[in-house]
């Protein structure tokens, strides 16, 4: 199967610097996603990678290696409301209407 | 433009009974993906419907099953339900071809008692 591995859960202070880190296997691979899941509600759409890099998009920005399987979610300035569960995402195959999810990162932002 | 729909947003049913729910995609969207998220498990791929055809389909039970029409709206269906079917569904939708990013519709939670 394409596993996604990320880790369970990360605390961080409010104001600081997080990354949250995805690999992937790589066999098959179109593209990586990031969602951000608040408690109770759906995941909301945060990125696309697709080629080799660093995408940014005002506090968060989204980093893939093909060669690698890896991928990082980077959020700055964090805030309270940033306290949620990050799911990585990849899609393989001729479509990417079946993403492989990772289990989700709890964050849990602190003042 | 309206947002991915799903009814009904919470339902309660005993072992054995099935269920069906339903989801509208964004309109123009003509991929409808449907997920089950559990807290153990997290988000699992259930099955993916492209203009009225399935076109990926996850490692579920026969007993999961869907359909989409021609307007793209998707109906999913459990039959014979277990206690673990308890579970978030989730159905997604996107254009289907190209930009593939998939917008999430606020889910049905289901309960077996």
């Known amino acids: 199967g394409q596993n996604i591995d990320q880790p369970t859960e990360m605390t961080a202070t409010e104001g600081a610097i997080v990354q949250i880190n995805c690999t992937y296997q790589?066999?098959?691979?179109?593209?990586l996603f990031w969602y951000q899941q608040h408690a109770g509600e759906a995941p909301t759409f945060l990125s696309y990678?697709?080629?080799?890099g660093l995408e940014e998009k005002g506090r968060f920005s989204s980093f893939l290696s093909r060669s690698k399987g890896y991928s990082y979610l980077l959020l700055k300035e964090l805030q309270m409301k940033d306290s949620a569960s990050y799911l990585c995402?990849?899609?393989?195959?001729?479509?990417?209407?079946?993403?492989?999810f990772g289990k989700g990162t709890k964050l849990s932002v602190k003042p | 433009k309206a947002g991915v729909t799903q009814t009904p947003r919470y339902l309660i049913k005993t072992r054995g009974q099935q269920v069906t729910l339903s989801c509208s995609p964004i309109?123009?969207?003509?991929?409808v993906s449907w997920y089950q998220q559990t807290p153990g498990q997290g988000l699992q791929f259930l099955f993916e419907y492209f203009s009225e055809t399935q076109r990926n389909k996850g490692n579920f039970p026969g007993r999961f099953s869907g359909r989409q029409f021609s307007n793209s709206r998707s109906e999913m269906n459990v039959s014979t339900l277990e206690l673990g079917d308890s579970a978030l569904y989730l159905c997604?939708?996107?254009?289907?071809?190209?930009?593939?990013?998939?917008?999430f519709g606020p889910g049905t939670r289901l309960l077996v008692l």
């Open positions: 309109s123009g969207h003509r991929s």
């Open positions: 790589t066999s098959g691979f179109n593209g």
């Open positions: 990678n697709v080629l080799d």
């Open positions: 995402a990849g899609g393989y195959g001729g479509s990417q209407g079946n993403l492989i």
């Open positions: 997604a939708s996107s254009l289907g071809t190209g930009d593939e990013t998939q917008y």
